[in-house]
């Protein structure tokens, strides 16, 4: 370009005039599964020359990603659109509670628009026409990750939505449908775009990781020269040469679920399955329709753990279903004596208007249901305890998330995972004096860990340099 030229665009540049983008406030509530469909949100938006509000008095228009899994989310639902309203005024409504436009409506009359779960186009739609972009190439930037809600250093990465199995106390396939899986070359240019813009831990999440790719029939896409099934085993194999730790959540028991095992035990994959058995007594597991086959699930965590060790298993249950009696009770804290899980997350029933469980007879009483909540939490955080007791004295591998501030001695601490902990669901890794380490931490890092001490949830350390 001749300077002449240059002048003349320069001049052109400093003439153009850059509106300032609008701005739009983001309120996301439900599951990591919603906390993705916000990502997803948000990436189109900035795309589209949006700017992020921070608080409600500078947005144009503010979001309510809602959750509609139990009525309590859902009220919790009602209470942050209601919050918006009166903050902002300006508010649409997103979300699987989206689904219930009429019931929002109802409520709120003036809302501007109320789309359902994965409408993309039509809550980005809804968007523009409330405030319209500032179109301009100066503004038209997009991080090439995307936009993240998690801090750069993990990732949830959501490899389908909807569900086939039918559990009787959800309803989530009636929010979200039938399994649709997305192509394995999609899934892993996503996971290598995070892992080049930062992210360390990738969580694979959807409504069951074990039935990925059924619907498209396992049809395998060109990735980097070569074949890739979609199946959890194949996606498992590649993420795991991104360098990233990668965490599989929401997998169901099936038979296949053994091959990603060995994964774990070369270190391609992190060791740890988040398995929501929800039960183990096979009449409960009846009325939730649910697989029982507990006794053979049993023998596979055997298994499991031969061939990989230090394999971590995550699950949560549900106590107080409908026709839960004592001896059902009773059975499930036997089970779990037997299966040792690491990490157990425990729900009192709550009936979710529109799940088939509402018809089952046999309602358990509040107060049972709370006792027996104490009497499984008070299990599993023994087994827990007992777990993490044996890890002292042990060097653990442990990402950093968060750096602490000096005390008066000049000692700072930081918390961090090891990798049988799972982000907000599981516990931390609290360390001391890092300010000892040579270079510093920074979020994100992974560094080793000498285990000093334990209780029922955390561990405690020092990092050895
Ligand atoms: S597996 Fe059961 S609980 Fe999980 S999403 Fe599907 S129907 Fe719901």
């Known amino acids: 370009m001749t300077f002449a030229a240059y002048e003349r665009k320069r001049a052109n540049i400093m ?13 996301s509530l439900g599951c990591p599964k919603a906390l993705v469909d916000s990502e997803r949100i948000l990436t189109k938006l900035r795309a589209d020359g949006y700017d992020m509000s921070p608080d409600y008095a500078g947005a144009d228009v503010v979001l309510v990603n809602t959750c509609g899994f139990l ?35 109802a409520r709120f009359p003036d809302v501007l628009a109320v789309t359902g779960a994965h409408q993309y186009e039509d809550v980005v739609g809804a968007v ?25 250093h993990y990732s949830y990465l959501k490899i389908s939505e909807g569900c086939n199995h039918r559990c009787s106390f959800c309803i989530i396939p009636s929010l979200r449908g039938d399994l649709v899986s997305r192509r394995p070359d999609a899934i892993l240019r996503e996971a290598e775009k995070l ?26 896409r060109e990735w980097h020269g070569r074949e890739v099934r979609a199946h959890m085993t194949d996606l498992a194999r590649e993420l795991g040469t991104l360098g990233a730790w990668v965490r599989l959540h929401y997998v169901y028991p099936y038979p296949h679920v053994d091959k990603v095992i060995p994964l774990m035990a070369e270190g391609l994959i992190t060791p740890y399955l988040d398995i929501p058995f929800q039960h183990a007594a096979p ?6 329709k649910r697989p029982a086959n507990e006794a053979k699930v049993l023998n596979r965590l055997k298994g499991w753990r031969e061939i990989c060790p230090d394999i971590t298993v995550r699950s949560t249950f549900v106590v107080g279903f409908p026709g839960e009696s004592e001896e059902d009770f009773q059975y499930l804290l036997d089970w779990l004596d037997e299966a040792q899980l690491d990490r157990v997350g425990g729900f009192r029933f709550e009936p979710v208007e529109g799940a ?15 006792e027996r909540y104490q009497r499984l939490m008070e299990k599993t955080a023994a087994i827990s305890a007992a777990k993490l007791a044996a890890k002292v004295g042990r060097t653990l591998p442990v990402i950093i998330d968060e750096l602490g501030e000096a005390d008066e001695d000049g000692s700072i601490g930081a918390t961090g995972r090891s990798q049988a902990d799972a982000p907000e669901i599981d516990g931390n890794v609290f360390l001391r004096d890092v300010q000892a380490v040579s270079g510093g931490l920074l979020q994100g890092d992974i560094v080793n860990v000498v285990i000093e001490d334990a209780d029922e949830h955390d561990l405690y350390g020092v990092v050895i340099t």
Not at 356 to 370: F, H, I, M, R, Y
């Open 15 to 27: 003439a153009t005039q850059i509106p300032l983008p609008p701005k739009v406030g983001m309120v």
């Open 71 to 105: 009525d309590s989310a859902k009220e919790e639902s009602l209470e942050a659109i209601g919050e918006a309203m009166a903050e902002n005024g300006r508010v649409i409504v997103t979300g699987c509670m989206g689904n219930e436009a009429d019931a929002i409506r």
């Open 128 to 152: 523009h026409e409330a405030a319209p972009p500032a179109r301009g190439e100066f503004v038209d930037l997009v991080p090439d990750a995307g936009l993240k809600l998690t801090p750069r």
């Open 195 to 220: 892992v080049a813009a930062g992210t360390r831990e990738l969580l694979v999440i959807s409504q069951d990781t074990s039935a990925y790719g059924v619907d498209i029939k396992h049809q395998p």
């Open 283 to 288: 009449s409960v597991l009846k009325r939730m």
């Open 356 to 370: 088939s469980a509402n018809d089952l007879d046999g309602a358990v009483p509040e107060e049972v249901k709370e």
